[in-house]
Structures are given as structure tokens and as C-alpha cells.
């Protein structure tokens, strides 16, 4: 039985070349970045050739880049020192974003007592700007953190847009680029952006390690202490092969990326034309033109049939996402798709179908043909 891989939103397959050089990593380029004999010294040349790589790939300089272990920690990076050393007074957000960015937002007005507020989301799931403009109107220090590619529905922010309206406002501007960095384009030196976070594991690099954008001056301060690791802001010895794999990683993304997009772009189109001939009654949650590696769409299933799609679709090797949830009581409903829904079409089941250039056509036939089987 061929398995078919369609999760790629929620992670990805590490490239062969990718595992090449962190494996050669591992093998000759042990030492500690912090040491200084010659095998620290190589370790330290790795770690600092890979921000280069990254720092290029972005536009960005190399000292803006701040190793991570991953997405969720630059973001809480960021929210945090940004309230308790820059004296932001308010987050504005939105309830569409990962948790990683809504949970941490809902934890500092808490912790801090500042205002939190969410800009309005329009019913095909993008953010209402106007509804921004106006609650950056309002004064306060601001911090607005919105994502870029919505990582359940794939709608997308335009950041030049925003950026230049939280200029403007003199707010700062933080974007989590989770599902974008690899995948579009990003010119750190043409954006007004303050703040984005990656996460190697969503480009074919290795899970556990992530980076995130500071501007230089922002004045942000560490979230760990111990060593002088990355200047002191973020403590801890380097994993140097996963800072190598996340390097090497972004960089094959970068170089491929015309190619691999439009393959990807191709296989969407083609799934969202089989949809529409196999089931008619199905739509697309959020906006149809979308980002192009991913889709989620609602079909048009009976309940019994609802409860047992994703059990069948994992039995016949098919992985993807649930969109929503709420068939078994004991599984709750996505906080994105319940912005968007209603109760009645929240009951129905939601697929998030995300792809890679790793998936052919073939994939999605027979991702059809379970569907139809069921
Ligand atoms: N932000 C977004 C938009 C994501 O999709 C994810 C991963 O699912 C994260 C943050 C968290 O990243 P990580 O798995 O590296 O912590």
C-alpha cells in the first residue's frame, strides 16, 4: 500500500541533503561553539556560516538572526520581552493565530495586566485591516502580532501592508512566519517588520530548532540566563547539526523554490478541480486563492460518515489534518474554523489537505478515491 503524506503544514520530510549535513555535522564538527581550541572553533564557524546562509536568504544581517528551539519559543520570545522590557501596554492579535502567539498573548494580559485586543476577521477568514487601523487609532505602546499564512485555513497577511499601517501607528510589528519562511519570498530590508520567528521542521529541516528575526536595537531582552550563547540572548550550547540542518534546510528551499511552488500550486489546483466533479457540495474554507500549499475544505459527508473519515482515510495510509473536530464530543473544535462557521457546518467534516513537492498527483487520486470509498 502506498502511504500518502498530505500533513505537510503540520510538518514536513527532512531533505536527503539536509540529513547529509547534519550528519556530517555531528560526526566531524562536535565541539563547542564556546570552547576555543580548533574543534570548538569549527563548531563556532558552522553556527555562524549557517546564520550568514539564513541572514542572506532573508535579507536580513546575520546579527538579527537569534537561534531557537523552536516556533513556539521565539514567539513567546518575543511577546514576552516585548511587555516586560519594552513596556508594551497592549497586544493587538487576532483569534485566528496559533497558539503559540494567542495563548502566550492570553497569559501576559494575565500576568502583566495589558489590554489585549483582537482585530475583527472577515468571513473568509482574512483580517479585517480596516478594523486594525482603527484599534491602532487608540494610543497605548502597541504590539501588533499577526501571523502571515494562517497555518489551518492558509489565508495570507499582506505584511508590507501591515507593516507600513503599524509604522504609521508607531506600533511594533510582529509576524509569525511559521508556514511562509521557505515557501514565499521575504525581504527583511524592504518589510517593516520588527519581529518574525521560524521553525526549521515546516522546510524539510530537522524538528527542534527554529530562529527568530530581531531587528537590530529592538532592545529585546533574553527570556533564558546562563551563558553568553548568541549574545547573551538566548542561553544554552548551540545544537549546532540542527542549526546546520535548518541552514542547509532554508537554503534548498530558497534555491528550489520557483520550481517547488509552482509543482505545488499545480497539485492544489488539481485536487480543488477533482473536488469539484467528485463532490459538488463541497467548499473551501477560508479564501479560495489561498497559499498554495494548502487547502481546507468542508465536504459534504453524512454524520455517520463523519465520524469515521479520518479513522479511513489513516486506514488506507492517507494522512491529513483534521479541520474541525466536533463529531466526537471528546475532540474539541479547531479555534480557527470556529471563528468562521457556523455551529451547523462545524459539525461537518473539514480537511486540511497541505502539500509538499515531495506529493504527485497520484496522491491525490488516491486521496479521492478514499473519500469516494467511504
Ligand atoms: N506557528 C505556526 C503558524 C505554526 O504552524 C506552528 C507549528 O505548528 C508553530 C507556530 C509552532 O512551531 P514549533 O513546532 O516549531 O514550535
Redesign the pocket.
Known amino acids: 500500500m502506498k502511504k500518502v503524506y498530505l500533513d505537510n503544514?503540520?510538518t514536513t520530510q527532512i531533505r536527503p541533503e539536509v540529513i547529509q549535513e547534519m550528519t556530517k555535522v555531528m560526526t566531524e564538527d562536535f565541539g563547542n561553539p564556546s570552547s576555543t581550541h580548533g574543534f570548538g572553533r569549527n563548531a563556532k564557524s558552522v553556527l555562524e556560516l549557517s546564520r550568514k546562509t539564513i541572514a542572506k536568504n532573508l535579507n536580513a544581517s546575520a546579527q538579527e538572526i537569534i537561534f531557537t528551539s523552536?516556533?513556539?519559543?521565539a514567539?513567546n520570545w518575543i511577546l514576552r520581552s516585548a511587555v516586560k522590557d519594552l513596556k508594551v501596554e497592549r497586544i493587538i492579535t487576532s483569534k485566528i493565530?496559533?497558539h503559540?502567539?494567542l495563548y502566550t498573548a492570553q497569559a501576559l494580559q494575565k500576568e502583566f495586566d495589558i489590554q489585549l485586543d483582537y482585530v475583527a476577521i472577515k468571513p473568509n477568514g482574512e483580517i479585517d485591516i480596516t478594523d486594525l487601523v482603527e484599534l491602532l487609532s487608540q494610543g497605548h505602546k502597541t504590539l501588533v502580532s499577526l501571523?502571515h499564512?494562517?497555518?489551518e485555513i492558509g489565508t495570507v497577511l499582506d505584511l508590507e501592508r501591515v507593516g507600513v499601517i503599524c509604522k504609521e501607528h508607531n506600533a511594533l510589528f510582529h509576524s509569525?512566519t511559521?508556514?511562509s519562511i521557505g515557501k514565499t519570498e521575504l525581504d527583511l530590508q524592504k518589510l517593516n517588520v520588527d519581529f518574525i520567528?521560524a521553525?526549521a521542521?515546516?522546510f524539510h529541516g530537522p524538528?527542534g530548532i527554529?530562529f527568530a528575526f530581531v531587528r537590530k536595537n529592538s532592545g529585546l531582552q533574553p527570556l533564558f540566563f546562563g551563558g553568553e550563547q548568541e549574545k547573551g540572548m538566548r542561553a544554552g550550547t548551540e545544537a549546532v547539526h540542527q542549526i546546520a540542518g535548518i541552514a542547509k534546510a532554508l537554503e534548498f528551499s530558497y534555491a528550489n523554490l520557483n520550481a517547488e511552488r509552482n509543482h505545488i500550486s499545480e497539485l492544489r489546483r488539481y485536487l480543488i478541480e477533482t473536488l469539484e466533479v467528485e463532490f459538488p457540495a463541497f467548499s473551501i474554507n477560508g479564501v479560495s486563492d489561498g497559499f498554495y500549499n494548502m487547502v481546507n475544505v468542508l465536504l459534504p459527508f453524512s454524520d455517520e460518515k463523519t465520524a469515521m473519515i479520518l479513522f479511513h482515510l489513516d486506514m488506507k495510509g492517507i494522512a491529513v489534518s483534521r479541520g474541525s473536530a466536533c463529531q466526537s464530543g471528546s475532540i474539541k473544535a479547531s479555534h480557527v474554523l470556529a471563528e468562521m462557521l457556523s455551529m451547523e457546518d462545524l459539525k461537518k467534516p473539514s480537511l486540511r489537505i497541505s502539500f509538499s513537492h515531495y506529493n504527485s498527483k497520484e496522491d491525490v487520486d488516491l486521496l479521492i478515491n478514499a473519500l469516494k470509498s467511504i
Not at 523552536?70 to 519559543?73: A, L, Y
Open positions: 503544514a503540520s523552536c516556533g513556539t519559543e514567539n493565530e496559533h503559540a502567539v501571523m499564512v494562517n497555518n509569525d511559521v508556514q520567528v521553525s521542521h515546516k524538528k527554529g
